[in-house]
């Protein structure tokens, strides 16, 4: 997960291209017409792709913002927060995005 600061762009394109490619390998499929129970399935699959597409994205952008907002050590920690926080979601995983110090802007815009 580290790297340069165009790591999350690239994380980005390679999630989305993924997704944009199942899309259309499903949207190929004429047999969907006769078989809507078969396409409700799909939708349920790429909704649950997406929904880890968006949960893998964040973390990227989380990590790289803290990377250049305060360097490799607040990095660290974002990341090993995020990694047993089991997700952005997660309460554990939004107290590593409030500010460190008092007077430090948070990622959300707020100051402390």
Known sequence: MQGSPQ???????????AIES???RVGQQKSFVDHPDLLA???RYL???????????VR????EYA???GGPQLRNFVQSRLS???GPENPRATGAMRPVRPGVEGI???DA
């Open 47 to 57: 909704c649950v792709r997406i929904s880890g597409a968006i949960e893998v994205c």
């Open 67 to 69: 990377d250049i907002r």
């Open 60 to 63: 990227e952008i989380l990590v």
């Open 108 to 110: 959300s815009g707020e």
């Open 84 to 86: 047993r926080s089991g």
């Open 22 to 24: 199942l899309i259309q």
């Open 41 to 43: 399935e799909w939708a």
């Open 7 to 17: 790591t999350a762009r690239k994380v980005i394109e390679s999630q989305r291209s």
